[in-house]
């Protein structure tokens, strides 16, 4: 085989930072988070060349930078890309980093780094990323010479997204951004999913046509539109009943007769019983950690009374916690294609079934009364039948998001946008996020109060990108969440949950959005209808009574329970 020895002659020097920016476009990166620091100044030059080409949406504080690169990626099935300075930069943007890792997103973190003249001398900023980034991303490296970026690059790309996919974080050292190289890009990346082998299909249809009880669980990430669609054929032909897992509800269009709920924290105990109850449980995606199982309390481990398949893109997720009858190493497109084409009679569980669905639709129809002038769940009740079909609903972390979960019907891939791994001041960097990835969509934005002010910052973000999402305020005046758990655990011994708040609508006001208070239910509507005809950003501040703690008790109930119990 002859080799061209001619491919390089006409490659011209290009400084680390244009390497840097020009493996970006390789791998079809369009739009990028960063605060700007020093450290990578050489960068962002080499941004500013490119700004045509990617976007550079600049945020107020780097753990809001970070969770918008992971929000990216959750809502456009791509990595999410993020630039942050050295030492105060990287520790603020971590919690990003340990969201995309427990939420198995793909995610890239560029760190400015000390130049190697200054390393190991503590020298301002420096920290040594290995080992702080260790246990929470699949990768960190370091790029000490400028003609290694295209590779080191190209393999954060592979490792991100192959497999269970999930952060990477590559340290940039200030000298090696300005040093010159002459080196040839890399093609784009190609993503690595392993495929099921047909024995394993087989021994699946054999095991669930087998079957008298069974109950198929979605979750986690990899899924593609045409790998839901596939999913769907597969249970629709089989009449199987679906549950999704804790935050990843929109992987089954909520409103078919074939969905029963989610399986995470609220659970509907009518759910948890059945999950409890199957002879045959199907988990396609999920990682079966401590939300989905209610503290591993819904599966025996290690072996489950209920015969498991488990399917999981990371084979070192396979047989981790529990011990499955089958396991399947697969991406979630190559199994869901496998799985649409099995032929399965799913007339023995007919019955068990409808009556899954019409748990869910007691469970979810219609709203539970609270105490107060303002009924949260009705709030939501009237925005599923508000909101179109492709709307994008994001959350932080708290109580308050109980209400969405069980009142909301998802429609469909990424109109769904959470941390499963619970991180607080999520929901407005991931809603910014998510508009200006689909900036023709709804993009509602549920925060708590105490929630909010983490990174309620990014509020002006919004307003400079032109990112018009309707931020709402669940404000109840405490830390809600540790309040509740405060009362089962140490009943009437109230001390450090409660909160000073400002007037939300007047703060946003401030950063010139549109800002309203709602303390009825009656107004939330007609204040909706405002918010969204604004043209800009709008914030709405919802005061709900703190003794509506969930959405099924209160806290005076808590409390005389757990008094009781003692």
Not at 53 to 79: C, H, N
Not at 177 to 206: F, G, H, K, S, W
Not at 482 to 500: C, D, F, K, N, S
Request: hydrophobic share 45%; with cysteine.
């Amino acid at each position: 085989m002859k080799i061209d020895l001619d491919l390089d002659l006409d490659l011209k020097p290009r400084t680390g930072g244009q390497l840097i920016v020009d493996a970006l476009r390789v791998h079809g990166v369009d739009t990028a988070f960063c605060v700007p620091g020093e450290s990578y100044l050489a960068v962002l030059d080499a941004l500013y060349d490119a700004r045509e080409d990617i976007k550079l949406v600049v945020a107020r504080q780097d753990g809001g930078a970070s969770y918008m690169a992971e929000a990216w990626a959750k809502t456009t099935g791509r990595p999410g890309i993020c630039f942050v300075t050295r030492g105060p930069g990287a520790t603020n943007a971590s919690i990003g980093v340990h969201t995309a890792y427990q939420d198995s997103t793909p995610m890239i973190l560029f760190i400015g780094q000390v130049g190697g003249d200054f390393v190991e001398r503590e020298a301002f900023q420096e920290m040594d990323y290995r080992r702080m980034f260790g246990e929470m991303a699949k990768w960190v490296a370091q790029i000490d010479r400028a003609d290694r970026i295209p590779e080191y690059v190209n393999h954060a790309f592979q490792v991100a997204t192959s497999g269970r996919p999930g952060p990477v974080v590559l340290a940039l050292p200030e000298d090696m951004l300005i040093q010159l190289a002459t080196v040839a890009d890399t093609a784009p990346y190609q993503a690595v999913q392993a495929a099921p082998a047909p024995a394993d299909m087989e021994r699946l249809r054999v095991a669930l046509q087998g079957a008298k009880r069974p109950l198929l669980m979605l979750g986690g990430t990899v899924w593609t539109p045409e790998a839901c669609a596939d999913i769907a054929r597969f249970a629709e032909a089989a009449g199987l009943p679906v549950s999704c897992a804790f935050r990843f509800q929109d992987l089954y269009d909520n409103r078919r007769e074939h969905y029963i709920g989610d399986v995470g924290i609220g659970l509907n105990p009518k759910l948890a019983q059945r999950v409890r109850d199957a002879d045959l449980l199907l988990v396609v995606g999920a990682r079966l950690g401590e939300m989905t199982t209610s503290g591993y309390t819904l599966l025996q481990s290690p072996r489950p009374k209920q015969r498991l398949i488990h399917v999981h893109a990371g084979a070192e997720e396979l047989g981790r916690v529990y011990q499955g009858e089958l396991l399947i190493n697969s991406g979630m497109a190559n199994f869901a294609a496998a799985a649409a084409q099995l032929k399965i009679d799913g007339g023995a569980w007919r019955d068990w079934l409808t009556a899954a669905r019409a748990d869910y639709i007691g469970w979810n129809d219609k709203p539970a009364a609270i105490p107060g002038k303002l009924q949260m769940g009705e709030l939501i009740a009237w925005l599923r039948g508000r909101l179109p079909a492709d709307s994008i609903l994001t959350t932080g972390a708290g109580n308050f998001s109980g209400f969405v979960q069980r009142y909301y019907r998802f429609t469909g891939l990424r109109t769904q946008v959470a941390p499963t791994n619970g991180s607080m001041g999520y929901g407005v960097p991931a809603g910014v996020a998510a508009k200006i990835a689909h900036p023709g969509r709804i993009v509602v934005s549920f925060n708590g109060d105490g929630d909010f002010l983490m990174n309620g910052q990014e509020i002006a973000t919004a307003v400079q990108f032109g990112a018009n999402v309707i931020f709402v305020v669940i404000n109840n005046s405490m830390y809600g969440t540790i309040r509740m758990h405060q009362e089962r655990e140490y009943p009437e011994r109230v001390h450090g949950t409660a909160l000073v708040n400002p007037d939300f609508a007047a703060f946003a006001r401030s950063f010139g959005l549109h800002g309203e208070i709602v303390e009825e239910t009656a107004q939330f509507a007609p204040a909706f209808e405002r918010a969204l005809a604004a043209g800009k950003p709008a914030l709405i501040e919802v005061r709900i009574d703190p003794q509506a703690i969930t959405t099924s008790t209160t806290l005076d109930a808590i409390t005389a329970k757990a008094k009781q119990a003692r």
